[in-house]
């Protein structure tokens, strides 16, 4: 078996040990009474053993509910398969929990209109590097001086190993990454679209031995490249407050809800930059990113993405690797993304450590606390 073909397991509890299909469904059908499981469970056993075929007709809402199903109905699963295993224990993911490949916009968010919407003028693709690109205008250099030398200032290498990897002054720094897209003159291959045209690694889901699911790649990694974007149901910050306080643990929500606040600013043009800001909760919708756990010593980072200008407000937040990364190496991020002064304060405080959550991430540079 291929590395990236790993087996896929415990996707549903239910269809376990169930013996062989033909003789399940037919026979249930024919003689329910003898038979000791629930119908609901005849029916995932039957779905379990028939889904991968393309031509067994298998009922719309089955197909919604399963997980299998939802991942290989991405546009990418054929060359980069998402995988689910668990060689752990019993578990399966939350039944609750929906994969998606794109956000879902809660019906309260406002879309920039028609007219606000812009791309650049480049005809040849190539110039989608080079200051004078209007998608490049808002990022940080000297414009004059960079169009007098001609400078490369788009955020990814152009050539050989690296090519569409992060450039390291990119890498280093907190800064959006600012692409072209379909609103752009310049084609799909314009090397200013790496976020735009998607993952490019396998990943799998794996049961660790004590952190819940994790995420990790049968390929290697380099140093700058894109992983995959965080993506879920967009709300207005209001909504996410209602979720926050009916959430069990209130903390244990935030680590699902990620604020689009890159560009948030009160003294913006923009009134949607200057109010509060959106947020994307992961937590029962998104995608295999959602999975991933931090460590205090990461071997990924979330940049802000932008495509078209006008979209600031609801910006993508996109995973970038930040070291070179083995196969089969779980793939980590810090959740406070370093701004870790108040976690390591309170850790001090005998008070508020009996509240705090014990970090398992086993790095050297623990801080002991994930919140
Ligand atoms: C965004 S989820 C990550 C996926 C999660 N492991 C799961 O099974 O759904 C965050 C949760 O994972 C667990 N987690 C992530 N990183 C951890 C760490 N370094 N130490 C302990 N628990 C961690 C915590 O339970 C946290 O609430």
Request: charged share 35%; net charge negative; proline share 5%.
């Amino acid at each position: 078996m291929s590395e990236d073909r790993m087996p896929t397991i415990g996707i549903k509890r239910d269809w376990k040990g169930k013996g062989k299909a033909e003789s399940s469904i037919d026979s249930m059908d024919d003689d329910e009474d003898s038979m000791p499981a629930p119908k609901k469970n005849l029916k995932w056993e039957r779905h379990f053993y028939y889904h991968e075929e393309k031509d067994f007709m298998i009922a719309d809402e089955e197909i919604e509910d399963c997980h299998w199903c939802q991942i290989n109905a991405f546009p990418t699963a054929e060359p980069y398969p998402i995988t689910i295993t668990n060689f752990i224990d019993e578990s399966t993911l939350p039944d609750d929990f929906r994969f998606i490949d794109k956000s879902v916009l809660h019906q309260k968010i406002d879309l920039a209109p028609e007219e606000f919407r812009s791309g650049c003028g480049c005809r040849n693709t190539g110039d989608c590097k080079y200051a004078g690109c209007n998608c490049l205008e808002d990022m940080d250099f000297d414009m004059e001086e960079a169009l007098a030398m001609r400078q490369k200032v788009y955020s990814y290498h152009s050539q050989g190993e690296k090519a569409e990897c992060l450039r390291g002054t990119k890498l280093h720094s907190r800064n959006p990454i600012y692409e072209c897209h379909k609103g752009c003159e310049c084609d799909t291959s314009c090397s200013n679209r790496v976020v735009e045209r998607g993952r490019k690694i396998p990943l799998n889901i794996f049961k660790t031995e004590n952190r819940g699911w994790g995420v990790r790649s049968s390929v290697k990694i380099r140093k700058g490249q894109f992983i995959d974007l965080y993506v879920g149901h967009i709300i207005t910050s209001q909504e996410a407050d209602r979720r926050r306080k009916k959430s069990e643990f209130a903390q244990r929500k935030d680590v699902y809800l990620f604020a689009l606040d890159k560009f948030s600013d009160p003294e913006s043009a923009d009134p949607r930059l200057r109010r509060k800001p959106y947020e994307v909760d992961g937590e029962f919708m998104s995608g295999p990113t959602r999975f991933i756990n931090h460590s205090c010593d990461p071997n990924l980072r979330i940049f802000a993405r932008v495509g078209d200008h006008a979209d600031k407000h609801i910006h993508d937040l996109a995973f970038f690797a930040i070291k070179d990364i083995a196969p089969m190496t779980e793939l980590t991020f810090d959740y406070v993304d370093g701004e870790s002064a108040p976690l390591l304060k309170d850790s001090k405080n005998d008070d508020k450590v009996k509240d705090m959550t014990k970090c398992l991430c086993g790095s050297r540079k623990c801080r002991g606390f994930l919140w």
